[in-house]
């Protein structure tokens, strides 16, 4: 496997993460506005990188409020975009480096490889917090581990 196809692979683990920790929170009853809050920002912040790789103005704010409904819609949106990026990849574009702001417009140069990893792991992350919370507020979080999805399937 390539390291194209790997990247494309852990964007497909990452969507169906995504998609697993919405339908937690939805079976949760959707009123747990500090997990809606982190999977906004995962969302905003898969789009902020998305942008800066494709060298367009940051859309969207870090730390937006969404709804679940909002949050599916966005999720739904960023695995078709995310693919599509990555359908264009190669091993050769993605050892290439960019410039880009930050969100407090600091200018800094990262090699793509590296945003996209920074991508699916800070997603992770912030999972992870909402599971923490969701199991602190009594709820049972989704089960998002990357061996599990492999195990079902889920991601080829």
């Known amino acids: 496997m390539n390291v194209a196809d790997y990247l494309r692979r852990e964007f497909s683990y990452n969507a169906w993460a995504n998609q ?18 982190l ?11 998305l942008e800066r790789l494709k060298q367009q103005p940051q859309s969207v704010p870090v730390w937006p409020q969404m709804a679940l409904q909002q949050c599916r819609e966005e999720a739904a949106d960023l695995e078709h975009l995310w693919h599509e990026y990555l359908e264009l990849a190669t091993a050769g574009d993605i050892s290439q480096t960019i410039a880009y702001k930050n969100s407090k ?3 800094y140069n990262g090699a793509i490889i590296d945003i996209l990893t920074h ?24 089960y998002t581990d990357y061996i599990h999805a492999i195990r079902q399937g889920t991601v080829k």
């Open 20 to 37: 697993e920790t919405l339908n937690a929170i939805e079976a949760a009853g959707d009123r747990d506005t500090r997990s809606l809050q």
């Open 39 to 49: 999977m906004s920002h995962i969302f905003a912040a898969e789009r902020l990188w």
């Open 105 to 107: 417009g600091e200018a």
């Open 119 to 142: 991508v699916v792991m800070h997603s992770s992350y912030h999972r992870g917090q909402v599971a923490s919370h969701m199991r602190e507020s009594g709820h049972i979080p989704a």
